[in-house]
């Protein structure tokens, strides 16, 4: 079955700083890679979802690249702020499968 | 719009008791749903799934067992509750929009079995 792997785990950045969380998968077949964000005590919130008919994604100042190749993903943020300091999630599946298999989660902080 | 409610907010029980955890989604009709635990300071663990009525996947086995009574609601129960039940319980719900798994969360039940 499918395998995705997150890294790193924390990750940490001054304001105004990009941050970088990376992902792999190990099914081909998967076509599909959302991410989510949760705050802390609250629940996870879909921000951004990259499909494989394309290598790139952006909304303001989050963007997602693929490459299908490597079988990897990453969600990129730029002129980070205090409010993304948050736990974010990958996770990847395919048009044939029910579920979502997730990545362990990064934990990024932003310091003002 | 779609709604996804889940209730209670938070419980505490004690080890030994039953649960029974309820989500009901509005504004869509037969959605894939689920049931997420997350431990403390931990990843999302998936614990059953649903494509419709009466079916459900398990995907740990557990003292947890889910149910699906009728077509946006989803429940989840245990006869005996233990300390290692602790956690935020997440309902999620999908409808497949051109062949893509987008699930979104409810709001969580936070669960202390004391």
């Known amino acids: 079955g499918e395998n995705v792997e997150q890294h790193p785990s924390t990750l940490s950045v001054q304001e105004g700083d990009s941050a970088v969380i990376k992902c792999t998968y190990s099914d081909s077949a998967s076509n599909y890679f959302p991410w989510y964000k949760q705050e802390l005590g609250k629940r996870p919130q879909l921000i951004i979802d990259?499909?494989?008919?394309?290598g790139e994604k952006k909304d303001q100042r989050i963007a997602v690249t693929l490459n299908k190749t490597a079988k990897h993903f990453s969600l990129h943020i730029t002129e980070t702020q205090p409010e993304d300091s948050a736990v974010y999630f990958c996770a990847a599946s395919n048009t044939g499968f029910q579920k979502l298999v997730f990545g362990t989660g990064t934990r990024l902080l932003v310091s003002p | 719009s779609q709604t996804i409610h889940q209730w209670p907010a938070t419980l505490v029980q004690p080890v030994g008791s039953p649960l029974s955890l309820e989500c009901t989604v509005e504004?869509?009709?037969?959605?894939?749903l689920y049931w997420y635990r997350q431990a403390a300071g931990r990843g999302l663990q998936l614990l059953f799934y649903?494509?419709?009525?009466?079916?459900i996947s398990s995907e740990v086995p557990q003292n947890l067992s889910a149910s699906r009574p009728q077509d946006r609601q989803f429940i989840l129960s245990s006869k005996k509750l233990l300390l290692s039940d602790s956690g935020f319980y997440l309902c999620?719900?999908?409808?497949?929009?051109?062949?893509?798994?987008?699930?979104?969360f409810g709001p969580g039940t936070r669960l202390t079995v004391l």
């Open positions: 504004g869509t009709s037969n959605p894939n």
């Open positions: 990259i499909r494989s008919n394309v």
């Open positions: 649903s494509v419709g009525i009466g079916q």
């Open positions: 999620a719900w999908s409808v497949r929009t051109g062949g893509y798994n987008e699930q979104f």
